[in-house]
Structures are given as C-alpha cells and as structure tokens.
Nanobody, 126 residues
Framework: QVQPVESGGGLVQAGGSLNLSCAASKGTFSTYAVGWSRQTPGKEREFVAAITWSRWSRSTPYYTESVKGRFTISRDNAKNTVYLQMNNLKPEDTAVYYC????????????????WGQGTQVTVSS
C-alpha cells in the first residue's frame, strides 16, 4: 500500500510561486500515475494535475484548464517523488492540495485516485 506525504504549501502573494512535493513514505509510485487535487471548505475535491508512469518513454502530464500554462507536474522516479510547480498563483488557487495514486478511470477526475495523503495548505493572498 502506497502512502503519499505532501509538503511545500504555504502563504504566498498573488503572482508568486510554490513547489509542492509528494513523496511515498510507504510503498512506491513505480508503475502508478500520480495526481494532485485540491479542496476548499464546502466544495468537492477538484482535479488539478496528473502524470503517468512509463518505463520506456516520457510520462504524460494532464492539467485542469484553469492551471494550464501556470502549473507543471513532474516526477523523479529515483526519488519516488512527484512535484507540482505552481507559478503565477491566484487567490482562487487557495485550497488544501492532496496527491494520490491513480486507481483506474479517467486521469482528469479526482475520483479516479486513492491512497490520499494528508494534504498541504496553499494560501494565495491578493
């Protein structure tokens, strides 16, 4: 069983950047696609980005429309870690960010993921 642990959240002004990390404290991300989702109080968890796993070729990234061009997802398989580089942050990006392992189904929906981490808070001030 994989246990993700997120880190890197914090408070930043609009236009600023943060780099989130998701490390596997138990198990391995090897052979799994890994995704980031976010949630604000009273709302459903929203898919943000995902990256596939490939032994022989480049991994494929997926993004929700609102973060395209601003966020970049990457993975370091040797370090068993997935990153989410967030640039040009906006107040509407404020949320708790979670990473999880793909369980099946479309890559671009939060319900396709399981083994969620505890989350890391991102707050963007205007």
């Amino acid at each position: 069983q994989v246990q993700p642990v997120e880190s890197g959240g914090g408070l930043v002004q609009a236009g600023g950047s943060l780099n989130l990390s998701c490390a596997a404290s138990k198990g391995t991300f090897s052979t799994y696609a890994v995704g980031w989702s976010r949630q604000t109080p009273g709302k459903e968890r929203e898919f943000v980005a995902a990256i596939t796993w490939s032994r022989w070729s480049r991994s494929t990234p997926y993004y929700t429309e609102s973060v395209k061009g601003r966020f970049t997802i990457s993975r370091d398989n040797a370090k068993n870690t997935v990153y989410l580089q967030m640039n040009n942050l906006k107040p509407e990006d404020t949320a708790v960010y979670y990473c999880a392992v793909h369980n099946g189904g479309p890559y671009t929906v939060a319900r396709s993921y399981g083994y969620w981490g505890q989350g890391t808070q991102v707050t963007v001030s205007s």
